[in-house]
C-alpha cells in the first residue's frame, strides 16, 4: 500500500469554535495514511535493484548523515513498510534498521548498532546516520552508491556503486 499524507484544511464546527473560544487560529494538520495504489509497486532489477542512488558530498562524510529527499522515502521506502512502521518514525523516534553492504559482492558485511539509524529530518528529509558504514567501506566524496529497501528481509541494502568519478 503506498503512503501519503492527508491533509485538514478546515475544520469542524466543534474545532472552529474551540479556536474562537481560546482566541487561537485554527492550525492545519496532517496525518500519514494508506492509500491503494492504482499501479502496483514498482519491480526491483535483480541486475540493478538500487533504487536510491547518490553522489556522496563531503558534507554526507563529515557529518555522518545521507539526506534523503520525501519522494524517495515514499517510493522506495514507506511503501513496503506497514504503517505503524511509518508512524513510528515520523513521531521522532530513530529506526535502527539493517543495512548490508554489498560493495564486496562476494563478501557481504552486516551492520546494526545504535550507530546506524534512519530518523526525520528537517522539511519533509530523512537523515540515515551513518558513520560506521561509511568509515567501513572506505566512502570518499564524489563516490556513487546505491541503497533500496529489500522486503522479504526488512533490511537495507547498500553498495558503492562507483569511486570518485
Not at 20 to 39: C, H
Not at 111 to 129: A, C, F, S, V, W
Request: glycine content about 4%.
Amino acid at each position: 500500500m503506498k503512503k501519503t499524507y492527508y491533509y485538514k484544511f478546515l475544520p469542524s464546527k466543534a474545532e472552529e469554535e474551540a479556536a474562537k473560544a481560546s482566541n487561537t487560529p485554527f492550525q492545519i494538520t496532517r496525518e500519514l495514511v494508506e492509500i491503494r495504489d492504482l499501479y502496483p509497486a514498482p519491480v526491483i532489477d535483480p541486475f540493478n535493484p538500487w533504487q536510491i542512488k547518490k553522489v556522496v558530498t563531503e558534507t554526507d562524510i563529515v557529518t555522518g548523515m545521507l539526506v534523503l529527499s520525501h519522494q524517495e522515502v515514499f517510493e522506495y521506502v514507506f511503501r513496503y513498510w506497514t504503517l505503524e512502521m511509518c508512524n513510528y518514525l515520523l513521531g521522532g523516534n530513530k529506526l535502527y534498521p539493517v543495512i548490508w553492504d554489498h560493495t564486496d559482492d562476494k563478501n557481504p558485511v552486516r551492520y546494526h548498532n545504535d550507530k546506524i539509524y534512519l530518523e526525520q529530518g528537517p522539511q519533509d528529509t530523512y537523515m540515515l546516520r551513518w558513520l560506521d558504514l561509511i568509515r567501513k567501506s572506505m566512502v570518499n566524496p564524489n563516490d556513487e552508491i546505491g541503497l533500496y529497501w529489500q522486503s522479504k528481509s526488512g533490511t537495507f541494502q547498500f553498495k558503492v556503486l562507483g569511486r570518485g568519478f
